[in-house]
């Protein structure tokens, strides 16, 4: 069974900085691309940025190119998301999905979802 467990969300103010990182289980993680990908109030889904399987090359969404960074650990099965200088439109609940047809932006190409993980921040 596939699982996907986001973790370090929490309430920070504006300008300041979370981790949040994603534990992946029952699946050959190495050949899993990774994204994330996140949802505020009354919005859609947003890609915020993906890695490949071998973590060479990422791609993320012009709104946080330069403020947020990805990376993974095959060794632990983990993908993190460094989320800084944030502002309260980073407000929302943050999901990491697996998928293995590339880095893609788009969430319908993703196979697995985690639960998400709430990152709220105060202005």
């Known amino acids: 069974q596939v699982q996907l467990v986001e973790s370090g969300g929490g309430s920070v103010q504006a300008g300041g900085s979370l981790r949040l990182s994603c534990a992946a289980s029952?699946?050959?993680?190495?050949?899993?691309?990774m994204g994330w990908f996140r949802q505020g109030p009354v919005k859609e889904r947003e890609f915020v940025g993906s890695?490949?399987?071998?973590?060479?090359?990422?791609f993320y969404s012009a709104s946080v190119k330069g403020l947020f960074t990805i990376s993974r650990d095959n060794a632990k099965n983990m993908v993190y998301l460094q989320m800084n200088s944030l502002n309260p439109v980073d407000t929302a609940l943050y999901y990491c999905a697996a998928t293995q047809r590339g880095p893609k932006s788009d969430f319908l190409l993703y196979d697995y979802w985690g639960q998400g993980t709430q990152v709220t921040v105060s202005s």
């Open positions: 029952g699946l050959t993680f190495s050949i899993y691309d």
């Open positions: 890695i490949s399987r071998r973590g060479g090359v990422t």
